[in-house]
T-cell receptor, first 111, second 112 residues
Framework: SQQGEEDPQALSIQEGENATMNCSYKTSINNLQWYRQNSGRGLVHLILIRSNEREKHSGRLRVTLDTSKKSSSLLITASRAADTASYFCATDADAGNMLTFGGGTRLMVKP | EAQVTQNPRYLITVTGKKLTVTCSQNMNHEYMSWYRQDPGLGLRQIYYSMNVEVTDKGDVPEGYKVSRKEKRNFPLILESPSPNQTSLYFC???????????FGPGTRLTVL
């Protein structure tokens, strides 16, 4: 079962523009994480936001969490061609020992 | 260098021929897990392990086995592979099941 669902599935923007990806989930969580995956390679952790946090920053990344709407967004500012990748959100179910990933958003940043 | 390694990286095999994909981490992580990634289905967890000798099923465990005899190693075993197990497999480890996951580079398996 997929706990997190990303939206949109694919996003194409020009270099310098901002990219926003959204993640919705179904049950209560302890934390939500965002990962990046370059084509065919392993996922790389970007940022973790806990259920009692509303916003978190890391460099050009900004993550928000709205537990009332069960949703999160990842904003990449001033995008670069090197940001081209798939981005996944992952959530822990409130009860259980698994981290569940969404289907991902494929981001293409055109130079 | 902290890392998760997987071997082999690429494997083409035939139906029914037992195979093992190894996974090793050097970060002393308690939690390790296996995922498969398929187009349109995202990452799905196969098995996970909370610590040595403690393993449990994920979302899609059918056709797979795992073992955790040592903290650093978590091999994935396909006793009788079938074509529907053709996929990209990732091993991951972390200090806890809900903490940052460190992923291996992936193993691309094709079962003919």
């Amino acid at each position: 079962s997929q706990q997190g669902e990303e939206d949109p599935q694919a996003l194409s923007i020009q270099e310098g523009e901002n990219a926003t990806m959204n993640c919705s989930y179904k049950t209560s969580i302890n934390n939500l994480q965002w990962y990046r995956q370059n084509s065919g390679r392993g996922l790389v952790h970007l940022i973790l936001i806990r259920s009692n946090e509303r916003e978190k920053h890391s460099g050009r990344l900004r993550v928000t969490l709205d537990t009332s709407k069960k949703s999160s967004s990842l904003l990449i500012t001033a995008s670069r061609a090197a940001d081209t990748a798939s981005y996944f959100c992952a959530t822990d179910a409130d009860a259980g020992n698994m981290l569940t990933f969404g289907g991902g958003t494929r981001l293409m940043v055109k130079p | 260098e902290a890392q998760v390694t997987q071997n082999p990286r690429y494997l083409i095999t035939v139906t029914g021929k037992k195979l093992t994909v190894t996974c090793s981490q050097n970060m002393n992580h308690e939690y390790m897990s296996w995922y498969r990634q398929d187009p349109g289905l995202g990452l799905r967890q196969i098995y996970y392990s909370m610590n040595v000798e403690v393993t449990d099923k994920g979302d899609v465990p059918e056709g797979y086995k795992v073992s955790r005899k040592e903290k650093r190693n978590f091999p994935l075993i396909l006793e009788s592979p079938s074509p529907n197990q053709t996929s990209l497999y990732f091993c991951a480890s972390s200090f806890g099941e809900w903490n940052t996951q460190y992923f291996g580079p992936g193993t691309r398996l094709t079962v003919l």
